[in-house]
T-cell receptor
Framework: DTAVSQTPKYLVTQMGNDKSIKCEQNLGHDTMYWYKQDSKKFLKIMFSYNNKELIINETVPNRFSPKSPDKAHLNLHINSLELGDSAVYFC??????????????????????FGAGSRLTVL | GIQVEQSPPDLILQEGANSTLRCNFSDSVNNLQWFHQNPWGQLINLFY???GTKQNGRLSATTVATERYSLLYISSSQTTDSGVYFCAGWPVEYGNKLVFGAGTILRVKS
């Protein structure tokens, strides 16, 4: 019944390793996001996919690679993990509208719904 | 880019007290949302409030879009209200990402 589910919830790993976080939504939304929450609780967008197409790619190291096999799934793979990658990673989804083909923002009641977060600790 | 300022940054309340949290935007936004992050880290939608006032139990929110601010009212606070409250909006100028404020950390003491 969970609307947006992420796995794993906790991930502890050594520097230099490669890891993945998976996300699935059953809300029928067409857009999914990855947000990073740092130790000061600040939430910042990393990536967004709309119907499997990458629409937002913030200034994120290319060690981070998102993949969206279909509009219900968005995974995040991280190569060569560094200490600074330790954070909570949130997946979210929404249904968006396009305004003159340029802007994308959620329509009406289909605003952003977040998963429970995946806490990554790099040692 | 757009700046989202939340005040106060942190707040301690005695159970039963009322409080008002504020969110100011440096530029116009669409589809403003308020979220509560509970002590277990879960982010929960409280309100979708692009304009006007909405109420949900002890919580209510008001957005004055023309003046680029929103308020979240918590009445008769309970210890379960503790956590971090975030406001977020989609900038009208480049509406492809939800921009968050830094949050207000609320602690309600019994």
């Amino acid at each position: 019944d969970t609307a947006v589910s992420q796995t794993p919830k906790y991930l502890v790993t050594q520097m230099g390793n490669d890891k993945s976080i998976k996300c699935e939504q059953n809300l029928g939304h067409d857009t999914m996001y990855w947000y990073k929450q740092d130790s000061k609780k600040f939430l910042k967008i990393m990536f967004s996919y709309n119907n499997k197409e990458l629409i937002i790619n913030e200034t994120v190291p290319n060690r981070f690679s998102p993949k969206s096999p279909d509009k219900a799934h968005l995974n995040l793979h991280i190569n060569s993990l560094e200490l600074g990658d330790s954070a909570v990673y949130f997946c979210a989804s929404s249904q968006i509208v396009r305004d003159r083909g340029r802007q994308h923002y959620p329509s009406g009641a289909n605003v952003l719904t977040f998963g429970a977060g995946s806490r990554l600790t790099v040692l | 880019g757009i700046q989202v300022e939340q005040s106060p940054p942190d707040l301690i309340l005695q159970e039963g007290a009322n409080s008002t949290l504020r969110c100011n935007f440096s530029d116009s936004v669409n589809n403003l949302q308020w979220f509560h992050q509970n002590p277990w880290g879960q982010l929960i939608n409280l309100f979708y409030i692009p304009s006007g006032t909405k109420q949900n139990g002890r919580l209510s929110a008001t957005t004055v879009a023309t003046e680029r601010y929103s308020l979240l009212y918590i009445s008769s606070s309970q210890t379960t209200d503790s956590g971090v409250y975030f406001c977020a909006g989609w900038p009208v100028e480049y509406g492809n990402k939800l921009v968050f404020g830094a949050g207000t950390i609320l602690r309600v003491k019994s």
